[in-house]
């Protein structure tokens, strides 16, 4: 079984059971219904479609709980006429479910719980390992949530300053439990950030992998915390840091009206093989500059590269 397609797949086939009628709480239970028999069935008789396999079994765990609730039936009338089985929508939910998942409304313990089921694809025993709590006491926390936002439609605003508290709470639950959590903010992250341009998105992905980077030096051989100051930063992973696509992506997307954005723009022009602007930038840099111990520094910088261009 490929957990991490399961987890991929399980945001946009509740999207696609509350675009066709569902209410969030019914199309999360389905869903979860339809991941056990995949779970069943998919080892020995793996679909050609998995997306496509999970939209018509859910869709069928969702018409058959409707009709077993008496309470339900004026839903029975829209959700009668059932789709015939065949490839799932290609419409992406995802980022409409975090924004229904981080409601305002929830606690915060709620809205992360309620994340890492809808959007995550966990498990509640696993998120009930993750908060060190019983699972029948995580059950109970999802399913009030769920009731919660049970009514919020897909085009109701949601708002980006909770998104954000959830995923950063999720990343410091830690990387204990059996799935990494801090792994799975960042899995989540990156996808909110790739269907929305927004800065505060970007800057906690970034804070996020700035954070990751120091994973592997964190504890030592026997398990034992190891504090910043002494650790090995060799084993840093530096592929994580900010500067993954170079110089140039920096300077595209550096804004000039940021504080010390020469200096910025300096180290950037110098690390792109440009001294001449670099150093141009920093000797501008140091006439601005709010202290003495930064004019002084820039101004190093720019004789520093004057000296290499003279010579």
Same mark, same amino acid.
């Given at each position: 079984?490929?957990?991490?397609?399961?987890?991929?797949?399980?945001?946009?086939?509740?999207?696609?059971?509350?675009?066709?009628?569902?209410?969030?709480?019914?199309?999360?239970?389905?869903?979860?219904?339809?991941?056990?028999?995949?779970?069943?069935?998919?080892?020995?008789?793996?679909?050609?479609?998995?997306?496509?396999?999970?939209?018509?079994?859910?869709?069928?765990?969702?018409?058959?709980?409707?009709?077993?609730?008496?309470?339900?039936?004026?839903?029975?009338?829209?959700?009668?006429?059932?789709?015939?089985? *065949?490839?799932?929508?290609?419409?992406?939910?995802?980022?409409?479910?975090?924004?229904?998942?981080?409601?305002?409304?929830?606690?915060?313990?709620?809205?992360?719980?309620?994340?890492?089921?809808?959007?995550?694809?966990?498990?509640?025993?696993?998120?009930?390992?993750?908060?060190?709590?019983?699972?029948?006491?995580?059950?109970?926390?999802?399913?009030?949530?769920?009731?919660?936002?049970?009514?919020?439609?897909?085009?109701?605003?949601?708002?980006?300053?909770?998104?954000?508290?959830?995923?950063?709470?999720?990343?410091?639950? *830690?990387?204990?439990?059996?799935?990494?959590?801090?792994?799975?903010?960042?899995?989540?992250?990156?996808?909110?950030? !790739?269907?929305?341009?927004?800065?505060?998105?970007?800057?906690?992905?970034?804070?996020?992998?700035?954070?990751? !980077?120091?994973?592997?030096?964190?504890? *030592?051989?026997?398990?034992?915390?190891?504090?910043?100051?002494?650790?090995?930063?060799?084993?840093?992973?530096?592929?994580?840091?900010?500067?993954?696509?170079?110089?140039?992506?920096?300077?595209?997307?550096?804004?000039?009206?940021?504080?010390?954005? !020469?200096?910025?723009?300096?180290?950037?022009?110098?690390?792109?093989?440009?001294?001449?602007?670099?150093?141009?930038?920093?000797?501008?840099?140091?006439?601005?500059?709010?202290?003495?111990?930064?004019?002084?520094?820039?101004?190093?910088?720019?004789?520093?590269?004057?000296?290499?261009?003279?010579?």
């Amino acid at each position: 079984m490929d957990e991490a397609l399961l987890r991929t797949l399980t945001p946009t086939v509740i999207g696609i059971l509350v675009r066709r009628g569902a209410d969030f709480a019914a199309a999360e239970d389905a869903v979860q219904d339809a991941l056990v028999e995949a779970v069943r069935v998919w080892p020995d008789d793996p679909p050609r479609d998995p997306k496509g396999w999970l939209v018509t079994v859910a869709w069928r765990k969702f018409l058959d709980a409707a009709r077993a609730d008496t309470s339900r039936r004026h839903r029975e009338v829209r959700v009668e006429g059932e789709p015939m089985p *065949g490839p799932g929508e290609v419409v992406d939910d995802t980022l409409q479910l975090y924004f229904l998942c981080a409601r305002p409304s929830l606690t915060p313990a709620s809205a992360v719980s309620l994340t890492l089921r809808a959007v995550g694809g966990l498990t509640t025993r696993q998120i009930a390992q993750a908060y060190l709590v019983p699972e029948a006491t995580m059950a109970q926390r999802i399913s009030r949530a769920k009731r919660t936002v049970s009514g919020v439609r897909f085009n109701q605003p949601g708002d980006v300053a909770t998104v954000l508290r959830v995923l950063y709470l999720v990343f410091n639950e *830690g990387y204990s439990g059996d799935v990494d959590l801090a792994g799975e903010a960042i899995r989540l992250t990156r996808q909110l950030a !790739a269907k929305t341009n927004h800065e505060e998105v970007a800057g906690l992905l970034a804070l996020m992998l700035l954070h990751h !980077a120091r994973r592997p030096a964190r504890t *030592g051989p026997d398990g034992r915390l190891v504090p910043l100051a002494e650790q090995d930063r060799s084993l840093w992973n530096t592929r994580l840091i900010g500067e993954a696509d170079g110089p140039r992506a920096g300077l595209a997307g550096l804004d000039p009206a940021l504080p010390r954005h !020469a200096a910025v723009a300096a180290y950037l022009h110098e690390r792109d093989g440009d001294p001449v602007t670099a150093a141009r930038l920093y000797a501008e840099a140091a006439r601005s500059a709010p202290s003495l111990p930064e004019r002084d520094h820039l101004t190093r910088q720019a004789a520093r590269l004057n000296a290499q261009l003279r010579s």
